[in-house]
């Protein structure tokens, strides 16, 4: 019998009636014999309304209590959850992310798991309970509370999945798995059967919000056998795996993110450490940059444009502005009214007509690009933001993507 | 200077506005230059809404994950006031059960504490942290989450003061200080300046519920110098101590007590070994009795009557007429229309002129006594729940209780 790790989000447990639909599907593995390791969120808008409690006390709280309020939301769904599953007579026990051993850096808000003693939940599993863990949260080597940051639940399931050496990790999610394009955009859009692990983490990056970049990295690093499927219905969901099968097609997926905004630093020196000084101060402060270009010098001036998530404006600003005698800039620009459109897929790596049939379809949608980036998987464009949704979809049927659907869409 | 514990109960940390007035509490002592120990309850109505939602799912939860999901609420509610404290530019860091170092048996939903490790606390006070521990939780030898039941944030808080070797342990509340009776009941009750661990002992079992028993037999046996206050106003509250002021008034106050059932065992063998028989019955279901009356026997047989909480009635009736042939009775009887009315006053015991004087306030206000109890400090007598408000006002002016206050009620 195999041992599974399921992952239920918020919406799956946002209320007493998710919660006890989310016991008949644990019960459902856990009746033909497997042994199965729960991982839940906190409930539907919880984390929103503790969030909003803290900020009424406090606009700028330590990230060390927010996560003491914040891991609060996981202990009470997880409880929930064994209530439910005691009420069909089962043996049950929920774990919190200390419980289940799972221990992390210091960084709160965004700590990164360092290791996982499984010897508690292996106890609880011989014990024939199933066990429930907290995702999103672990602990640090000073004995204190972390949380994992956006996505944390699913690392979590992948983490521990990997660390029980699991046959499989279902994220069970609102969707019925990985879709060509965001079906709220692209009407046609196609679910994927499956997908490789490059490829989805692409996706994921690129704001197909179905599941966290770092729980796809961990999965590949590991080799974890991952399902995204959706909570509310039988569907197989769609299969992340080593390799994606040789397709046809090249193209796997279009998607857009709209949380980008576009940093210009204009007229600093065109000479060597220039590039190296700016993105360490980023670095220093954990912002990404993605899409950097750096314009053509004259006169020994050059421009260097990136995109930085939106979230992560004000501080890139503040960055900026206050070394901008040390980076040798004339003036720092910023704009938040682009969208970044991308392709994905591990065939295109060695079809250099792709990128060229991608710019077609966004001439013929009359769609002006403004920066463009390639990888061995992805392409990349920038464009303004009001023309994204037409440039989604007229990438979509420019590669036929409706077509890559099993049928079962 | 000192090391002062003060506990906040949940109507003290209700909302975000109170939360920051306790934080000017708790700064106001920090600023003084002592070191704070801060205990806080979940907030006002978290508890009854996380109740709520266990029912919704499971009627019969186990008390294991019920103590799991409650404990999440002193969890949020230590977060906020820290991040209260933050706000005002102070260090403080904010403690489960467990970080602090509170272990307990495994009795989930009424655990005992059994030892405090006060390394981690003391390590946070050395760094100049005011340190905030969640009440009412600790932490089992199974490395699991346990509760303490009703009041139990209060033995959180004596307890860590015994522990801390604290000063002070001050129990902020709605309420000024202990009364001669619930001013709600009587107008002109009296605020007290002080009173024994006994005496507060009798009356917070008699349903003056400003503190919980357990929490002052903790503070009678290690001691602990404990002060009532209320967290609203700057009055100074009343102070529990090991022998009260030696007052011209033997009796320093009156409670009822409504939440209370009697119980009729009728018929039972007149012979030894019967009501052992019967309260062991009880006493192996954690069931309390109080004013246990034995009839005089009649052709070898007598009755049992005693008064148990109305919480326990089901369970009580359960036990013993499952138990009925065993106990040997022909009958049981049970009423919840009573309301146990008592006097408690360290200086009574020497003085049997006071149960007289009480039994004629209550003639005189025309009020029938249906069993009478008394102990070194406290008379208590059942009333028709219906006349207890009466027996009371009566009582408090018999005795003149309005005259203990100090002046500043």
Avoid at 36 to 62: C, F
Wanted: with cysteine.
């Amino acid at each position: 019998m195999a041992l599974i790790v399921k992952k239920f989000g918020g919406s799956s447990v946002a209320n007493s009636e998710r919660i006890l639909n989310v016991a008949r599907i644990v019960l459902e593995s856990y009746k033909e014999g497997h042994s199965v390791v729960v991982v839940v969120s906190a409930q539907g808008d919880t984390t929103d309304e503790l969030i909003e409690k803290a900020r009424e006390i406090n606009t700028k709280p330590s990230k060390r209590e927010m996560d003491v309020l914040l891991s609060a939301g996981e202990q009470i769904s997880m409880a929930l959850l064994a209530m439910a599953i005691e009420k069909e007579g089962y043996p049950v026990i929920s774990l919190t992310g200390y419980q289940a051993g799972i221990m992390t850096d210091s960084n709160y808000g965004s700590a990164r798991i360092k290791s996982i003693d499984t010897e508690r939940i292996f106890r609880e599993l011989d014990k024939k309970n199933i066990v429930i863990v907290a995702g999103f949260q672990g602990w640090n080597r000073y004995e204190d509370i972390t949380t994992l940051g956006r996505g944390g639940s699913d690392t979590t399931a992948v983490a521990l999945a990997a660390a029980l050496k699991a046959d499989l990790c279902e994220i069970y999610t609102d969707v019925d798995g990985i879709y060509t394009a965001d079906p709220k955009i692209v009407p046609d859009a196609a679910k994927l059967d499956d997908i490789s692990y490059d490829e989805m983490l692409e996706l994921a990056s690129l704001g197909a919000n179905v599941l966290h970049t770092r729980s796809v990295e961990i999965a590949k690093k590991y080799n974890v056998n991952l399902v995204v499927r959706s909570s509310f219905n039988n569907s197989p969901g769609t299969i992340i795996k080593e390799v994606g099968k040789v397709e046809k097609m090249l193209v796997r997926g279009v998607a857009k993110d709209d949380n980008v905004a576009r940093i210009a630093v204009i007229g600093v020196e065109d000479k060597p450490g220039v590039a190296f000084k700016l993105f360490s101060l980023l670095a220093k402060e954990n912002i990404s940059v993605d899409l950097i270009i750096q314009s053509i010098g004259r006169n020994g001036k050059t421009d260097i444009s990136f995109i930085i998530s939106k979230e992560n404006l004000d501080k890139t600003l503040e960055v900026l502005n206050s070394n901008i005698d040390v980076i040798g800039a004339e003036e720092i620009r910023h704009s938040d009214k682009y969208s970044k459109v991308s392709i994905v897929g591990a065939g295109m790596v060695n079809n250099p007509g792709v990128a060229a049939t991608m710019f077609e379809a966004l001439f013929d949608a009359d769609v002006n690009i403004h920066m463009i980036t390639t990888s061995e998987i992805k392409i990349s464009v920038l464009v303004d933001v009001k023309d994204s949704v037409r440039a989604v979809n007229a990438i979509h049927e420019k590669f036929r993507l409706a077509e890559l659907g099993s049928g079962g869409k």
